[in-house]
T-cell receptor, first 113, second 114 residues
Framework: RKEVEQDPGPFNVPEGATVAFNCTYS??????FFWYRQDCRKEPKLLMSVYSSGNEDGRFTAQLNRASQYISLLIRDSKLSDSATYLC??????????????FGKGTKLSVIP | DAGITQSPRYKITETGRQVTLMCHQTWSHSYMFWYRQDLGHGLRLIYYSAAADITDKGEVPDGYVVSRSKTENFPLTLESATRSQTSVYFCASIGGADFTNEQFFGPGTRLTVL
């Protein structure tokens, strides 16, 4: 099982739609969780951290279910500018005691006029 | 300008040549990272550094060498480039040792090995 798995996508949705991305992680000792956004041929940028209680930032809502080792991102009222690849990122201590972030392969979203 | 920069942005080289990719950050962040991004693999950690003169291997370190003599610089060297090292390389940094903080990425270097 891969460490961080995401919906393969691509997701093609009309403007104004609600879209949800899912992510599962294999390391039950994971401690930090993020969603990053990556535009075509650009560097990843933090969209939001994900907290156990769930958190919201405008049209974006992130949820974490530690028991199921599952993270989600909900985007409401999709805009053309939301078109990008969304990366699920999980942080945990490795066996050697160092802390490392593991990135999912990403899910591509295209919002269509 | 403040931030994290990478050079060169684009590089074409030949198999067997040595190539060095530069990374510079102006925040004095402790932790710095090198990732490669390939289709079908996502971002994979090559090497990271907790501070000057402290480096450690990531998931895919073979064929790469790093150094960190100064906090702000973290160069990545491909000792003898191979075609499988054709990729986009991202440098990143985190302030302090709190990995719940945002990881900032440089703009990337697109490397092609012929």
């Amino acid at each position: 099982r891969k460490e961080v798995e995401q919906d393969p996508g691509p997701f093609n949705v009309p403007e104004g739609a609600t879209v949800a991305f899912n992510c599962t992680y294999s390391n039950s000792a994971s401690q930090s969780f993020f969603w990053y956004r990556q535009d075509c041929r650009k560097e990843p940028k933090l969209l939001m951290s994900v907290y156990s209680s769930g958190n919201e930032d405008g049209r974006f809502t992130a949820q974490l279910n530690r028991a199921s080792q599952y993270i989600s991102l909900l985007i409401r009222d999709s805009k053309l500018s939301d078109s990008a690849t969304y990366l699920c990122v999980v942080g945990a201590y490795s066996g050697a005691g160092s802390y490392q972030l593991t990135f999912g392969k990403g899910t591509k979203l295209s919002v269509i006029p | 300008d403040a931030g994290i920069t990478q050079s060169p942005r684009y590089k074409i080289t030949e198999t067997g040549r040595q190539v060095t990719l530069m990374c510079h950050q102006t925040w004095s962040h402790s932790y710095m990272f090198w990732y490669r991004q390939d289709l079908g693999h996502g971002l994979r950690l090559i090497y990271y550094s907790a501070a000057a003169d402290i480096t450690d291997k990531g998931e895919v370190p073979d064929g790469y060498v790093v150094s960190r003599s100064k906090t702000e610089n973290f160069p990545l060297t491909l000792e003898s480039a191979t075609r499988s090292q054709t990729s986009v390389y991202f440098c990143a940094s985190i302030g302090g040792a709190d990995f719940t903080n945002e990881q900032f990425f440089g703009p990337g270097t697109r490397l092609t090995v012929l």
